[in-house]
């Protein structure tokens, strides 16, 4: 067997595994371990008095061992939790062959190894609930060395602590941290109770294009990729949102899907390139009813996972219970940069964008510097949930115009401790003034802005034929459940978040120097 590039302990495991094998011991087998119980069910139920549990079949990661003469003791660690099983060598070894169990248990089996276990549980003179094992199957040998978490004299070490490592090798994560495991059942929670909320008022799930020809439904840079066969650039979808208002106009009257997105950006704490939106779209609806909605679905979601209305979120205790604030773009700039904006013109934003030390670019317009002032100087204050409403037209080239005031649009956010998780519209359903919007997307773009819109005809067709009414809102879910799980980061709530690839030893990537 090839040693090269091992540790010491890896050359052990890989020389245990060979002595194994020459046992007659096959470290891999075919056939199934029929599982009947679990360590949290058998904590939960075992009753000394009732001598239950009499025939446990149990599976799972050897995690600790202590081996004391004939006997010995491990905990087993699965998906639920661990338990302590006993093993005695007379019962596990025939009797002419007590140096099995001395070869195969105190030599050859290690901690990470997977086995089966046939016993009955009971409690020992301690007071610990155990398996007596009658039976040890080895299922799965491991020829790596787990990261134990140890203590001495108060103080942890060898624990897996590592964001870089968690991040990257996410299953050695779940198998040392398992409290990382309720941020993930917590997630399929949350999604959980959004479909029931939405199939209960009768919405329909659809899946849409990843693969499409033009970028549309958000302002972002797309990944661009090449189809052989067809010959032609294609997009990673950066949002659904055309595509199922396309549905809408075909008659549906509520649709919704989690899509896969993706976009060609930064990454930071709250970003990554892949990530998770659910967006829905209510016919004869306008942003005023989706608030509503909005609010009852964040309710709903906060029962479900949590328990309660009220989530911690870092030192911020968060109440989604209704009603949330509802305040003007405009009002919050004027709240909390003391600048009142309305009606300015491009020059003039960026003169107080220079004043308010707001960083810009020569390509952004007038929504893009209006939507920096915002960012900057008045999302950090956005604790409790909030509605930030009454968008400007040039920040919103899908949604329909304010009843009220030509110059802005029936859109809102909705913001977080600090961040926004939900972005809705009244759409716009207008061909004719879709069209234009789309043009002064080109314009933005041939100024530079790589994340203006591509016009997309066939949409535009598609509202010729007539949409109703509409309103539609998406949420990012992996942002949603960091605040549900109060995870600090977006990597935390992602199996496996997007890394830099690792570097072979010795080798030096020019990005590196």
């Known amino acids: 067997m090839e040693q090269t590039g091992l540790s010491e302990q890896e050359i052990i495991r890989r020389e245990s595994l060979n002595d194994i094998e ?18 949290a069910k058998l904590h939960r139920e075992y009753d000394k008095e009732k001598g239950n549990f009499a025939d446990v079949r149990i599976a799972g990661r050897i995690m600790s061992r202590r081996i004391m003469g004939a006997a010995s003791f491990f905990e087993l660690q699965d998906e639920t939790g661990r338990v302590q099983v006993y093993v005695k060598r007379d019962e596990i070894c025939p009797d002419d062959d007590k140096t099995l169990y001395n070869t195969l248990f105190k030599k050859l089996l290690d901690i990470g190894d997977i ?32 990261p134990i978490v140890k203590e001495k004299e108060g103080e942890v070490f060898d624990a897996f602590s590592d964001p870089e490592q968690r991040y990257r090798m996410r299953y050695v994560d779940l198998i040392v941290n398992p409290q990382v495991r309720d941020v993930f059942v917590k997630r399929t929670k949350l999604i959980n109770a959004m479909r029931d909320f ?20 958000a302002t972002a840079r797309p990944f661009i990729t090449h189809h052989n066969a067809l010959d032609i650039p294609l997009y990673l979808r950066i949002a659904n949102e055309l595509y199922l208002k396309r549905l809408i106009v075909g008659g549906f009257t509520g649709v919704y899907e989690f899509s896969r997105n993706f976009r060609n950006e930064g990454m930071d704490r709250t970003h990554n390139p892949e990530f998770t939106c ?66 300015m ?11 308010l030390h707001v960083e810009v670019t020569p390509s952004m317009g007038k929504g893009k510097l209006i939507d920096a002032i915002f960012g900057e100087k008045c999302e950090q204050h956005l604790i409790q949930p909030t509605f930030i409403i009454d968008y400007p037209i040039e920040l919103s080239p899908l949604t329909k115009r304010h009843r009220s ?7 809102f956010e909705l913001f977080v401790n600090g961040k926004e998780i939900c972005n809705a519209y009244s759409e716009l ?14 314009k933005l773009k041939e100024r530079g802005d790589d994340e203006a819109m591509f016009i997309d005809m066939d949409f535009v067709r598609a509202l010729e034929y007539g949409m109703p009414p509409t309103s539609g809102m998406g949420i ?7 605040m549900m799980t109060n995870s600090p980061s977006i990597q935390d709530v992602l199996f496996f978040p997007q890394m830099r690839p690792e570097k072979p030893a010795g080798v030096t990537r020019a990005s590196d120097e």
């Open 476 to 482: 990012g879910i992996d942002r949603l459940v960091m």
């Open 405 to 411: 005031n030509p110059d802005l649009t029936e859109r």
């Open 115 to 146: 086995v089966g276990i046939s016993g009955y549980a009971f409690i020992t003179q301690t007071g610990a609930l155990s398996i007596h094992a009658k039976d040890l199957k080895l299922l799965s040998k491991s020829l790596r060395v787990l």
């Open 22 to 39: 020459k046992l007659g011991i096959p470290a891999y087998p075919a056939e199934a371990f029929d599982v009947n119980v679990t360590a």
């Open 429 to 442: 359903n207008d061909p004719i003034d879709q069209l234009e919007r789309f043009k002064e997307q080109t």
């Open 278 to 343: 659910m967006e829905i779209y209510v016919a004869y609806k306008d942003y005023l009813w989706m608030m509503d909605f909005t609010e009852n679905l964040l309710e709903h979601i906060a029962l479900t996972v949590n328990g309660s209305s009220k989530v911690s979120i870092g030192e911020h205790d968060i109440e989604f219970q209704k009603p949330y604030r509802r305040l003007p773009m405009l009002e919050a700039i004027k709240e909390y940069a003391g600048v009142d904006i309305a009606g």
């Open 345 to 355: 013109n491009e020059d003039e934003l960026r003169g107080v964008c220079k004043q």
């Open 198 to 217: 939405f199939n209960a008022q009768g919405y329909l799930e659809v899946d849409t294009p990843v693969l499409q020809t033009i970028p549309g439904g």
